[in-house]
């Protein structure tokens, strides 16, 4: 007797989104299933192509529907399909961006345009279509960091095309004006710029538009999350107390925007030797895991010390796509998964909300 599609499914349902906490059938995951004899071909499609558990579900669904009788062969192809916000009143999405991914820090100096560039580039290595924008208009880095220096052109419809640089769309204003020349620029400027960075760019089809945003609570951040939907914003620290101090503020701020807060990344964490192996704690350590189990945020992860990523920062080659095997480069492709994982969570969050409105 040959196994019933129902049968294929029932069994399923014991598979489960551990980010979702739903099963897979529930969640409308399972979207093909196709019997011949004794074997079965699923098709499963997930939320995020760097959902952090993909390879633990496929062996689960594999498993179970092995398990079944007259089950011969059992083979899962794992897709995904991003999900996107619900738009808010006031701020209209970007066509064909599906998720707007804010990087802030209470103060400079903690790492964060590392993060941010290395952040973009591991969600693309992951199979998602990822841009990145620099809304650092004063201090405009990440052409560098990716070796992307050059004016961007025009399409025909007069609209700026981004660069491509490690998989990525790439705008900033360090690629239109010159790199000595400094932006002197009120409040209205910073507001007309970045929207036009967000509307006037050939942006295309994305998964995650990365947002590197200046340090502290200033203009840019309050233009962003009055224009657009932010799916969520993950901040950056290091773990001495001066800086998880500043970052309370930033929390505070994305709150106030009501910008949910995706999660906080300890950047510059330790520092392993490379001769001895010796852990040395140069700034200190925890103050990022604690201030996010006291504010009730996530913790994504830590990044260590390591030279090679102030290095691939100034070549423009970024630790992830330079030296992937390097440990800060695993926390950094670890941290993308989490990333993904907390935005299919708050954008399941809206969607539940609104069925029940």
């Given at each position: 007797?040959s196994v019933t599609k129902e049968q294929v499914l029932s069994v399923l349902a014991g598979v489960q989104d551990p980010d979702l906490h739903q099963d897979i059938v529930?969640?409308?995951?399972?979207?093909?299933?196709?019997?011949?004899?004794?074997?079965?071909?699923?098709?499963?499609?997930?939320?995020?192509?760097?959902?952090?558990?993909?390879?633990?579900?496929?062996?689960?669904?594999?498993?179970?529907?092995?398990?079944?009788?007259?089950?011969?062969?059992?083979?899962?192809?794992m897709t995904a399909n991003v999900s996107a916000p619900r738009g808010v009143m006031g701020r209209q999405p970007v066509p064909g961006i599906r998720n707007i991914v804010?990087?802030?820090?209470?103060?400079?100096?903690?790492?964060?345009?590392?993060?941010?560039?290395?952040?973009?580039?591991?969600?693309?290595?992951?199979?998602?279509?990822?841009?990145?924008?620099?809304?650092?208009?004063?201090?405009?880095?990440?052409?560098?960091?990716?070796?992307?220096?050059?004016?961007?052109?025009?399409?025909?419809?007069?609209?700026?095309?981004?660069?491509?640089?490690?998989?990525?769309?790439?705008?900033?204003?360090?690629?239109?004006?010159?790199?000595?020349?400094?932006?002197?620029?009120?409040?209205?400027?910073?507001?007309?710029?970045?929207?036009?960075?967000?509307?006037?760019?050939?942006?295309?089809?994305?998964?995650?538009?990365?947002?590197?945003?200046?340090?502290?609570?200033?203009?840019?951040?309050?233009?962003?999350?009055?224009?657009?939907?932010?799916?969520?914003?993950?901040?950056?620290?290091?773990?001495?107390?001066?800086?998880?101090s500043d970052v309370r503020k930033a929390v505070a701020m994305f709150r106030q925007l009501e910008i949910p807060v995706l999660g906080v990344v300890e950047n510059m964490?330790?520092?392993?030797?490379?001769?001895?192996?010796?852990?040395?704690?140069?700034?200190?350590?925890?103050?990022?895991?604690?201030?996010?189990?006291?504010?009730?945020?996530?913790?994504?992860?830590?990044?260590?010390?390591?030279?090679?990523?102030?290095?691939?920062?100034?070549?423009?080659?970024?630790?992830?796509?330079?030296?992937?095997?390097?440990?800060?480069?695993?926390?950094?492709?670890?941290?993308?998964?989490?990333?993904?994982?907390?935005?299919?969570?708050?954008?399941?969050?809206?969607?539940?909300?609104?069925?029940?409105?």
């Amino acid at each position: 007797m040959s196994v019933t599609k129902e049968q294929v499914l029932s069994v399923l349902a014991g598979v489960q989104d551990p980010d979702l906490h739903q099963d897979i059938v529930s969640l409308g995951f399972v979207k093909e299933v196709r019997i011949a004899g004794g074997e079965v071909d699923l098709t499963i499609e997930l939320t995020t192509p760097a959902c952090p558990v993909k390879d633990l579900m496929k062996r689960q669904a594999e498993a179970l529907v092995a398990g079944l009788p007259g089950v011969e062969a059992v083979r899962a192809r794992m897709t995904a399909n991003v999900s996107a916000p619900r738009g808010v009143m006031g701020r209209q999405p970007v066509p064909g961006i599906r998720n707007i991914v804010a990087v802030g820090a209470g103060k400079g100096g903690v790492g964060k345009t590392t993060v941010a560039v290395n952040l973009a580039v591991a969600l693309a290595r992951k199979g998602a279509r990822v841009g990145l924008l620099d809304g650092d208009i004063y201090g405009p880095n990440v052409p560098q960091m990716l070796g992307c220096e050059n004016p961007p052109e025009a399409d025909a419809e007069k609209r700026i095309v981004p660069p491509q640089a490690q998989g990525l769309a790439v705008i900033s204003m360090g690629m239109i004006v010159p790199k000595d020349q400094p932006v002197i620029w009120r409040g209205p400027m910073l507001h007309t710029a970045v929207r036009q960075f967000m509307r006037d760019v050939a942006w295309g089809e994305l998964d995650y538009l990365v947002v590197d945003l200046p340090p502290g609570t200033g203009d840019v951040v309050l233009s962003m999350a009055q224009s657009v939907p932010i799916a969520g914003a993950v901040v950056v620290t290091t773990p001495q107390d001066v800086a998880v101090s500043d970052v309370r503020k930033a929390v505070a701020m994305f709150r106030q925007l009501e910008i949910p807060v995706l999660g906080v990344v300890e950047n510059m964490s330790h520092f392993v030797c490379g001769h001895c192996q010796e852990r040395t704690e140069i700034f200190g350590s925890g103050g990022g895991r604690r201030m996010a189990e006291e504010l009730g945020i996530p913790f994504l992860g830590e990044v260590p010390i390591d030279t090679r990523v102030r290095a691939g920062g100034d070549e423009g080659q970024p630790i992830v796509a330079a030296s992937p095997d390097a440990p800060a480069a695993q926390a950094i492709l670890d941290l993308a998964s989490r990333v993904a994982a907390q935005v299919s969570i708050q954008n399941r969050r809206v969607l539940e909300v609104t069925r029940t409105d």
